[in-house]
């Protein structure tokens, strides 16, 4: 009896019970075996024996490459003695042939005939007599597995892989810390979705705000100073995300690149947290109440305070926020290179390139916010180009050379706290408006002007809903700017402001 036959029938006898049979030309019909052909050597033409053809099934054969008997005793191993007996049923009638037993009798031998074939089979003598193909493989087929590699040493792989902003990266470390302090600094495929579920119900426990040299403290201690604590205002769910997210993304990442068998972070939701932005816009009543602030409406000549961030930077960060709708950190990263003209047209050009030559960093949240945006004619009105040349004439690169970038790399931090200081003194903080707020009030500002969407999508940076939306380069700065001219801001009283800009 021939051994390899007897193991590459069982072999296909079970790929034919798992669905995982190899097509050959006894299975298919004349046609199809001819398209199967065609299909293999990439041609409309039957090259049936063409050198081209049988490399490319040579090549297909090899890729799935295996020896007599790896699925049979694959599938021994595994499956119950009643599975696999019945497939041996070719080979026990021919032994009864070759002994000339007749198949109709003698059936109480079928079984213990079966058992001993297998035992033959498996055994070592018997598995010598099967050649072995060589495997058509360049490299060995190693693992990808590192189970015991430490979260410090993965944040540094996905950083390198996926380049993280600095503000993301210190968010992930934060998180990687508060997590080892919690669970311990054990490998990643020893993280198990219990623990953290565990760590998102700890740091649920977190207070909304605590002293600095609170937040040095391990994370073990930080929770067991306030998690018991009664009347503490908790930690959003939109910050609890953010703890757990960032350990969520490397083990993702892990997963993707097969460091462990499975994603362990997949799943686990936080209760209460949306992606949908929860700030809300400034009512048309309380932006006349905040540019009805000194800020706005003293000489503007008049110094107010003696902060970091300068009254002049200050108001012309809320003359644009309302003018524009751009971030807050669009508009502190401005360089006067920025301020353009294009058509008679004067334009901001919103942009993340890199000017080596003064050391200037720039960010933008998507490919999406890179755009170009006309000065509204208010903004003009009230003397910005002037400031612009003003600037210009002192040799200052930026548009805001007082806002100074933290050790992230964030240049409005400072700003946006006085910011949200002037907002909430002039119009309240229940519920809280904050400066992204001009954001939303810009979207519904352009709306109640009938500006079409896509034109306000452009103006904002906002990605196109559609794959039409995302061909061309947009409307022209031209196009934009007459839009722009119908948000007219009368619900403000302006006199007060034109006035002190004098």
Request: proline fraction near 6%.
């Amino acid at each position: 009896m021939d051994v390899a036959f007897v193991l590459k029938e069982l072999d296909d006898a079970v790929a034919d019970q798992s669905g995982d049979h190899r097509a050959t030309a006894q299975d298919m019909s004349s046609a199809d075996w001819i398209a199967y052909r065609k299909k293999l050597a990439g041609s409309d033409s039957d090259d049936e024996f063409s050198p081209e053809t049988l490399a490319r099934i040579e090549a297909i054969h090899a890729s799935v490459h295996r020896d007599p008997g790896e699925l049979w005793f694959s599938f021994q191993k595994r499956a119950p003695r009643r599975r696999w007996r019945p497939l041996l049923s070719f080979a026990v009638a021919k032994i009864k042939r070759e002994l000339k037993l007749p198949e109709d009798t003698n059936r109480g031998i079928d079984e213990p005939l079966a058992d001993a074939l297998a035992d033959a089979l498996g055994s070592a003598q018997v598995r010598e007599q099967v050649p072995v193909t060589p495997s058509a493989r360049r490299r060995a087929n190693s693992s990808r597995l590192q189970p015991d590699m430490k979260l410090d040493a993965l944040e540094s792989k996905w950083i390198a892989a996926r380049k993280p902003t600095p503000k993301a990266q210190a968010a992930t470390k934060t998180a990687v810390r508060y997590f080892k302090s919690y669970i311990g600094d054990v490998g990643i495929g020893e993280i198990t979705p219990n623990d953290l579920f565990e760590f998102r119900d700890a740091v649920a426990g977190l207070p909304k705000s605590m002293p600095r040299v609170h937040r040095m403290m391990e994370f073990v201690d930080i929770h067991a100073l306030y998690a018991e604590g009664s009347g503490i205002d908790r930690i959003s769910p939109q910050s609890i995300k953010k703890y757990l997210g960032a350990l969520q993304a490397l083990l993702g990442f892990a997963f993707q690149e097969r460091f462990i068998p499975a994603n362990t972070g997949a799943g686990i939701k936080v209760e209460g947290y949306t992606k949908k932005s929860t700030r809300r816009p400034f009512t048309k009543d309380e932006l006349a109440q905040l540019f009805a602030a000194e800020l706005f409406t003293t000489p503007w000549s008049y110094p107010l305070s003696k902060s970091k961030v300068s009254d002049s930077t200050l108001r012309w960060l809320f003359l644009l926020g309302l003018c524009t709708g751009a971030r807050i950190e669009e508009l502190g990263q401005i360089l006067l290179a920025d301020i353009k003209c294009e058509q008679g047209i004067p334009y901001i050009d919103v942009t993340d390139y890199v000017m080596d030559e003064i050391d200037e960093r720039k960010r933008v949240k998507t490919d999406g916010s890179i755009r170009v945006i006309p000065l509204h004619p208010k903004l003009i009105a009230l003397g910005f180009l002037d400031y612009v040349q003003r600037m210009r004439s002192s040799g200052a690169v930026r548009l805001f050379p007082d806002l100074v970038a933290d050790s992230l790399g964030v240049k409005t931090k400072e700003a946006s706290r006085r910011a949200n200081r002037l907002i909430d003194n002039a119009v309240g903080d229940h519920p809280r408006p904050v400066f992204y707020s001009f954001r939303h009030s810009y979207k519904d500002l352009c709306r109640d002007a009938n500006i079409p969407k896509d034109a306000h999508d452009q103006l904002m940076g906002h990605s196109p809903a559609d794959v039409g939306g995302g061909y061309g380069l947009g409307r022209a700065i031209g196009n934009l700017a007459a839009h722009l001219k119908r948000v007219r801001f009368l619900f403000i009283d302006w006199d007060p402001i034109n006035v002190a800009a004098k």
